[in-house]
């Protein structure tokens, strides 16, 4: 059963009936919204969110990053399955696989952030979703809209963090300005 997470929720990653997850999946879904054109015809934009994995240790700094320009973690725990430039497809356009047992022992929180590197704000996405999935099972186990959010370009959407033996995720649904993580870090450490 998936959870529609609301802004600061934290849901445990414990698996129901027992155990901890190991593999999750974080997709990214959107459209770009039809525009309006000469004499009344829509025209669809292109759009191209991009989903970025950050890796923290537990002082804040930054350990690692997944993104479209590093598809893979320096160790290999997170895998970003390559950068839609469109939004164009079904379901999610851009996928970020996570080996939670494979995540370095110093890395303490994953933080997963969506920007629009082509400069749109959400305002012109339809459609905008984040999920969370089991990867063992195919089960959604969180899902997180994004559409209709406003008059910015990226959004620091949630973060994973090492809860006890487990992981937590707490939806963040932050809202910041910049075409790429690096320009979302000092708002993203607010949140960690």
Known sequence: MSISLQKGQKVSLAKPGGGTLTKVRMGLGWDAVAKKGLFGKGKTQNID???????????????????????????????????????????????????????????????????????????QIANAFCRLVDEATGQELARYEL??????????????????????????GATANGRTFQDLLPEVKQHL
């Open 49 to 123: 969110l991009d989903a970025s994995c950050l890796l923290f240790d537990a002082s804040g700094n930054l350990a690692d990053s997944v993104w479209f320009r590093q598809l893979r973690s320096k160790d290999g725990s997170v895998l970003h399955t390559g950068d839609n430039l469109t939004g164009a497809g079904e379901g999610d356009d851009e996928v970020i696989n996570v080996d939670l047992t494979a995540v370095p022992a110093n890395v303490t929180q994953l933080v997963f952030t969506v920007n629009s590197f082509t400069g749109q704000d959400f305002s």
């Open 147 to 172: 559409s209709g959010s406003g008059g910015h370009n990226a959004q620091i959407m949630a973060k994973v963090g090492r809860d006890g033996a487990g992981w937590s995720m707490t939806a963040v």
